[in-house]
């Protein structure tokens, strides 16, 4: 089954868009990195079970900072959109 949606070619693109992909795929190499250096190099200086909770934890900050910014970009969006609405009705 293929949707066929309008597609809106005057809508902009939201503000800070472009920031938050880039800060997300930055995130996201910058964990894979970590991730890979510890695992080379400082794996043999902790137990496996301090390895597993850094990589663990590094990758639940990862998500906490890509979390924190990507909802207070959609609450940010949604009022936008909700005021626009208001506007029109």
Do not use: C
Not at 16 to 38: D, P, T
Request: glycine share 6%.
């Amino acid at each position: 089954m293929i949707l066929n949606y309008p597609i809106i070619m005057d809508e902009k693109v939201p503000a800070g868009l472009g920031l938050r992909v880039a800060a997300s795929i930055i995130v996201v190499f910058g964990w894979l990195i970590y991730a890979i250096v510890h695992v080379v190099f400082f794996w043999e200086n902790f137990s496996t079970t301090q390895n597993l909770a850094l990589i663990i934890i590094a990758f639940l900050i990862g998500v906490a900072i890509l979390g924190a910014m990507w909802a207070s970009w959609g609450i940010n969006i949604s009022k936008q959109f909700s005021e626009k609405n208001d506007k029109e009705n």
